[in-house]
């Protein structure tokens, strides 16, 4: 019996002994990361839908994210990439409405947490200054008060509009665009947002699955100001830091990767899970606003009453 007790004990130092030599493990790469980080000439963050989750929105991480988000879409047994199809604009606009509707309402209503501002004074501060790449279409960035001619949405942006109908040109601001949205019967009600130009039912300017008439043009735009701008870094030092990008839909991973290969840029990727990271590249693995915290040194205290104040 004593001999148990014994090898408890033992066992029981060892698991402390290790946890203390990861956590000194840890401390000693966010040091290295947060000198990188303030040497640096230049800022690239890339945002997935992780970003946002600290500002109380969902990501849509496997069938099972996005139907904990929208459980409505579990009983029609639609899956993300069923129903972010431009088709049902035409076939069901009340149904696709509900959902993209729905979610206008929600990115308008919220918040973005404390650390776009700190990412934003960091970029701010940099004398060869940031750029944001994102494939949320949230208008996050902008909200917390980015430029908008440093961000490239890659996949749209909800808060612009184009026609549902193919060969009807024109992209422009959803503004004034509201819509209703009964999330029982998970139908858009009636009026539901129409194309000034010929009446037919209007969409979101976002690149959907299967979407052939998706407009680029605004998103082409800010994409050729963010080559513009590699293109002015010449062999200035560039950190790159990407912020809750799954590996699904790996557009945000892909770019960061190439450029930390093509550039040499340090590659931190921030994110609690999702793990592949490529050689040469960090991983911290905690949530966007507390690994910002850890390598923009916020103190905890601010954090944790930001967070109370935003769960109210
Ligand atoms: N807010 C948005 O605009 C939004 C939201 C959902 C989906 N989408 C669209 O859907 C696609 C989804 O791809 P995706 O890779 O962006 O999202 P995803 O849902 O596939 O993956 C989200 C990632 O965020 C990570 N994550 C979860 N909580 C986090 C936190 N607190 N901090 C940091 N990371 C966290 C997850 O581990 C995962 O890797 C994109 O094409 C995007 O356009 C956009
Ligand atoms: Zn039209």
Known sequence: MLKFFGFVDAFRQSVGSIIYILKRQQERMNDLLKRIIQDADALLITAGAGMGVDSGLPDFRGNDGFWNAYPQARMLGLSFIDLANPDWFIKDPQLAWAFYGHRLNLYRQTVPHEGFRWLLELGSSKPKGYFVATSNVDGQFQKAGFNETRIWEAHGSIHHMQCSKPHCEGIYSADTTE??????????????????????????????????????????????????????????????????????????????????????????????????????????????????????????????????QSNR
């Open 179 to 308: 819509v209703h949205v009964d999330m029982e019967q998970f139908k858009a009600l009636a009026p539901l947002p129409t194309c000034p130009t010929c009446k037919a039912i209007a969409r979101p300017n976002i690149l959907m699955f299967g979407d052939w008439f998706w407009q680029g043009e605004r998103s082409d735009a800010q994409h050729e100001r963010f080559i513009t701008w590699l293109g002015t870094l010449g062999s200035s030092s560039l950190v790159i830091i990407e912020l809750g990008a799954g590996t699904a839909i790996p557009t945000m991973r892909d770019l960061g990767e190439r450029l930390a290969k093509t550039r040499g840029a340090t590659l931190i990727h921030i994110n609690p899970s999702d793990a592949q990271v490529p050689q040469g590249a960090y991983w911290l693995a905690v949530g966007a606003l507390e690994g910002l915290r850890q390598l923009l040194r916020r103190d905890v205290s601010h954090t944790a009453q930001f967070l109370e």
